[in-house]
């Protein structure tokens, strides 16, 4: 199953950084590795071809480094692990995504809809909206 | 750690005709050949743990060596030691032949409104053909090996047709340059050309451990002779015509 048709790709597209970054805090990995673990939480299966222009400019930010570990007569595989700069960024950018998914949760919630539809969806974002 | 490797063992589960695309692509792009060797590996090593076939998990060569290149590091346009190699080899060619000739025949160097014309010619050619590297190169590719062996073959007998008519026709002298001065031009022109072939350095593709797809070497020396080898077959030629006329 592909990642497309679990969740809608433009959902996957703003988190799945996010949580790349999140699967290398747990420790590093090579990019099958990190599929797989995104994947295993539920995310669904991620292409090659998003995955490692994502893990690209993950690297071009500075948010993780990428080393190749040697092979048997050749290159192995390439391991991916957080920078400090990329712990800094996932735990700014994971707290203003719980503020998101509580926003977007109360705006889409029935009950919310019902008690507080009248309060104009105020929201309690960190940060602010950027 | 150098040692000869081919294209497509950088990627033997992706396949010759996706490696190739992606390659020719990433080059279009100037993405380094270190860095396309390592996104090459990268593919091999995917593919190889998933076993999916290629087309499936990167998708057409094309879209992922665009996608995969936004976060490269890239180089644009025609270094200027390049620009330079190719000046002084076009003087180095153009000027040696007529020394040559001028040898033989016991004169000085003559030089004609048509040589003048055609150096013109050249220098623009050069230039437009170095500025538009990107776009012609990626004319020629997209329309295929035979369209663009044919489009070479027309443009190099077009533009031979036009330079010998330029020198033949417009025979009007204009300057005398002693042989030894017009023979000393030639040779710094040939020399200099030769020696910024040999400092190029070959951006060859490179698999993570540093095996290069080709010897970085034989690259050196082949950038390194090509202006003295077509000079010195221009100047047989010239030898041979005004010894026989």
């Known amino acids: 199953m592909s990642s497309d048709e679990v969740w809608p790709s433009e959902w996957l597209r703003g988190v799945l950084s996010l949580a790349a970054l999140a699967v290398l805090a747990r420790q590093s990995a090579h990019g099958y590795a990190i599929a797989t673990a995104l994947a295993d939480h539920g995310l669904g299966e991620v292409k090659g071809g ?3 222009p994502l893990l690209g400019r993950l690297e071009s930010a500075g948010h993780v480094t990428a080393a190749w570990e040697p092979g048997d007569g050749g290159p192995g595989r390439k391991v991916y692990a957080l920078t400090d700069a990329g712990r800094s960024h996932l735990a700014a950018q994971s707290l203003r995504w719980a503020g998101f998914t509580r926003c977007t949760q109360a705006l889409l919630d029935p ?11 105020t929201c309690d974002s960190p940060g602010g909206t950027r | 750690m150098t040692q000869p ?51 499936t998990a990167f998708g057409p060569a094309r879209d992922y060596a665009r996608s995969i290149a936004e976060t490269e590091p890239r180089t644009s ?139 970085p070497s034989a690259a050196r020396w082949s950038t390194a002779v090509v202006f003295p080898g077509i000079t010195l077959v221009m100047c047989l030629l010239s030898w041979v015509t005004s010894a026989l006329a």
């Not at chain 2, 390659?23 to 100037?30: A, F, I, K, Y």
């Open chain 1, 50 to 52: 998003t995955l490692y």
């Open chain 1, 111 to 121: 009950e919310d809809h019902a008690t507080s539809g009248a309060r104009g969806g």
């Open chain 2, 5 to 55: 490797n081919d294209l497509v063992s950088l990627a033997p589960h992706a396949g010759p005709q996706w490696v190739e695309e992606f390659v020719v692509e990433q080059r279009l792009l100037g993405v380094p050949g270190p860095r396309i060797g390592d996104a090459l590996a990268t593919v091999e090593t995917h593919l190889r743990e998933t076993g999916e076939p290629v087309a």
């Open chain 2, 77 to 215: 346009g025609v270094d200027g030691s390049v620009i330079a190699f190719a000046v002084l080899g076009v003087v180095a060619i153009v000027v040696l032949p007529r020394v040559t000739t001028a040898a033989v025949q016991g004169n000085d160097v003559n030089l004609t409104a048509g040589d003048l014309a055609g150096l013109v010619v050249l220098a623009g050619l050069i230039a437009i053909v170095l500025r538009l590297a990107g776009p012609l190169l990626r004319g020629l590719v997209a329309g295929g090996r035979r369209r663009g062996v044919v489009t070479a073959l027309v443009a190099f007998a077009g533009l031979t047709a036009l330079q010998v008519a330029v020198f033949l026709l417009w025979r009007t002298p204009v300057v005398t340059v002693p042989i030894a001065a017009a023979g000393a031009i030639g040779a710094a022109a040939l020399a200099a050309a030769t020696w910024l072939g040999w400092r190029q350095q070959p951006d060859l593709l490179a698999d993570p451990v540093g095996r290069t797809v080709g010897q």
